[in-house]
Nanobody, 117 residues
Framework: QVQLVESGGELVQPGGSLTLSCVASGIRFSIYDMAWYLQTPTNERKAVAYTFSASGSRPVYADSARGRFTISRDNTKNTIYLQMNNLKPEDTAVYYC?????????WGQGTQVTVSS
């Protein structure tokens, strides 16, 4: 049984920082591309950042995340992270962990990030 379990979402003030975590189980984590997505108020899921399984590959970021967010992965812990800095109210969303290997795709249950004063 595949599980992706996110944590770390909370209420934070504008300009603040958060680190999201996603622990995967039931998959051979190291060979999966992993990503963070957010869900907009209109229920559209948008990619925030990707980290790829290929050795030496570089992460890819959405324009809104580049320079403020950092995605990383620890294959020894089956975990990916999203370090979020200089958070803005428009970053408020449910953030989802995503795993992909070819046509195999899995989603976590989401974690709420709210940026508000």
């Amino acid at each position: 049984q595949v599980q992706l379990v996110e944590s770390g979402g909370e209420l934070v003030q504008p300009g603040g920082s958060l680190t999201l975590s996603c622990v995967a189980s039931g998959i051979r984590f190291s060979i999966y591309d992993m990503a963070w997505y957010l869900q907009t108020p209109t229920n559209e899921r948008k990619a925030v950042a990707y980290t790829f399984s290929a050795s030496g590959s570089r992460p890819v970021y959405a324009d809104s995340a580049r320079g403020r967010f950092t995605i990383s992965r620890d294959n020894t812990k089956n975990t990916i992270y999203l370090q979020m800095n200089n958070l803005k109210p428009e970053d408020t969303a449910v953030y989802y962990c995503y795993a992909r290997l070819g046509e195999d795709q899995y989603w976590g249950q989401g974690t709420q990030v709210t940026v508000s004063s």
